[in-house]
C-alpha cells in the first residue's frame, strides 16, 4: 500500500542538503526522506523500549536475584541441556570439512 506525505521545508538550506545527499546515494529524495523517517521512528521507539527496560531493572531487587539463582540452579540439574558439545579429533577435520571452518574451533589436545 502506497500513501502521499507532503513535506514543507522552511529551511531551503535542509532541502538542498537532501537533494545533494540523495544525487550522491543514487536514490530519490523521497526515497532519502522516507529512510530517514524509518530511522527516526525506529530511535524513538527504541528510546520507548530502553526506558521500559531500565524501569524494569531499577524495580529488580534482592529477591528477584535469589529467586532468579534458584530457579537456575533448578533448571540445570531438571533439564537435560540441547546443546551438546564434543572435542574435534583435528586429524580427520580435514577430511570432513573441505572449508575448514572447523578447524576455527578446534583446539588440539596434547597428550603426555
Do not use: C
Not at 12 to 35: F, K, Q
Not at 47 to 66: F, H, M, N, T, V
Not at 78 to 103: C, E, H, K, W
Amino acid at each position: 500500500m502506497s500513501r502521499d506525505l507532503i513535506v514543507h521545508f522552511h529551511n531551503e538550506e535542509t532541502l538542498r542538503n537532501l537533494e545533494r545527499t540523495a544525487e550522491a546515494l543514487g536514490i530519490t529524495v523521497a526515497e532519502l526522506a522516507e529512510a530517514a523517517l524509518e530511522i527516526a521512528t525506529l530511535g524513538v521507539n527504541a528510546e520507548g523500549r530502553a526506558k521500559r527496560i531500565s524501569e524494569k531493572l531499577a524495580a529488580y531487587g534482592p529477591e528477584d536475584l535469589d529467586r532468579d539463582i534458584r530457579e537456575f540452579a533448578r533448571s540445570e540439574v531438571t533439564f537435560q541441556d540441547p546443546l551438546q558439545s564434543r572435542l574435534v579429533d583435528t586429524r580427520m577435520v580435514d577430511n570432513q570439512d573441505p572449508y575448514d571452518i572447523g578447524a576455527l574451533f578446534a583446539r588440539r589436545v596434547e597428550r603426555g
